[in-house]
């Protein structure tokens, strides 16, 4: 069974180094540092399919300090970005080769370039705000506020029914393609609640008896993804379809199959980073 896509980094983040700039500084600058190579945001492979490194000397002023592997620290550029970043669906094929691992130290790069590009200025005074604790937070040269990274919760989820669960497509989705409905939590609700509004909304469906399975950080720009299982009360839907083109009940056979890849399978599984394809993994196995 499959790790969720974007888990299992193993760096010490060391929090408690970030406000100590000579620090910091320091382990910028020994010999076993490392600064990871970027297109952008996207990350570069070697031939072996792995993040590439420099030295944290060859890259821009502003870095990130993203941790300690073993007491030697690793860095990422602060990227600037110029325009809109790139569709990252552009570089799904890229993800499917990366190990998760290291696609979660990259998403955690990708997450705080793209949170500092959105915080160039101050929410409450509309000042300019700089970075601070060593890429972590920006701080309003006007007020004083200080902004840290946040991350948005999505839940996704099966609805389970006599043994099959629902799948939908969204428009833009590859041919063939289906998967967990998801959405956002809103405030003032819980997972639980979040998980039968949306089931309710976009299929029609009453939910309950939610269950918890696995959780997944989604880099695009910021996400926390939240699996889960429900069961379903019946199976007549009514979709909305402004956010589905299509939904059916798939069999424990037909999630086999198209897990396997197999020819004639019902649908296209989602790619092997998606947490959708975890949650469908462990449901077959009987989580």
Not at 162 to 180: D, F, K, T
Not at 279 to 285: D, I, Q
Request: charged share 20%; glycine share 12%; with cysteine.
């Amino acid at each position: 069974m499959s790790r969720p896509g974007f888990t299992g980094c193993a760096l010490d983040r060391a929090d408690h180094l970030r406000l100590d700039r000579e620090r910091v500084a320091v382990l910028a600058g020994a010999e076993d540092a490392r600064l990871l190579r970027l297109a952008g945001l996207d990350p570069v492979l070697g031939d072996d399919g792995r993040l590439m490194w420099d030295a944290p000397g060859a890259g821009p002023a502003e870095l990130i300090f993203l941790g300690l592997d073993g007491g030697a620290a690793v860095f990422a550029p602060l990227v600037r970005l110029e325009g809109p970043p790139s569709n990252p669906r552009a570089m799904f094929h890229i993800l499917e080769a990366m190990a998760p691992e290291e696609a979660a130290l990259w998403g955690t790069a990708r997450s705080l370039s793209e949170w500092h590009a959105r915080q160039l200025f101050c929410g409450a005074c509309g000042a300019r705000t700089a970075a601070f604790r060593a890429g972590w937070g920006r701080r309003c040269g006007g007020c004083g506020a200080e902004h840290f990274p946040r991350v948005d919760p999505v839940v996704i989820m099966l609805a389970e029914h006599e043994g099959r669960v629902l799948l939908g497509r969204q428009h833009h989705y590859p041919p063939g393609r289906y998967s967990a409905l998801a959405g956002f939590v809103e405030p003032g609700e819980s997972v639980e609640e979040a998980v039968a509004r949306e089931l309710a909304e976009e299929a029609g469906i009453a939910a309950s008896d939610v269950r918890y399975v696995a959780s997944q950080p989604w880099p695009f720009p910021g996400s926390l993804m939240i699996a889960c299982i429900a069961s379903a009360a019946g199976d007549a839907l009514t979709l909305d379809t402004n956010e589905l083109e299509d939904a059916f009940w798939a069999d424990r056979d037909g999630v086999a199959a198209a897990l396997a890849g197999a020819e004639g399978a019902p649908f296209t599984a989602p790619p092997r980073f998606a947490i959708a394809r975890t949650l469908l993994e462990r449901w077959l196995a009987g989580a």
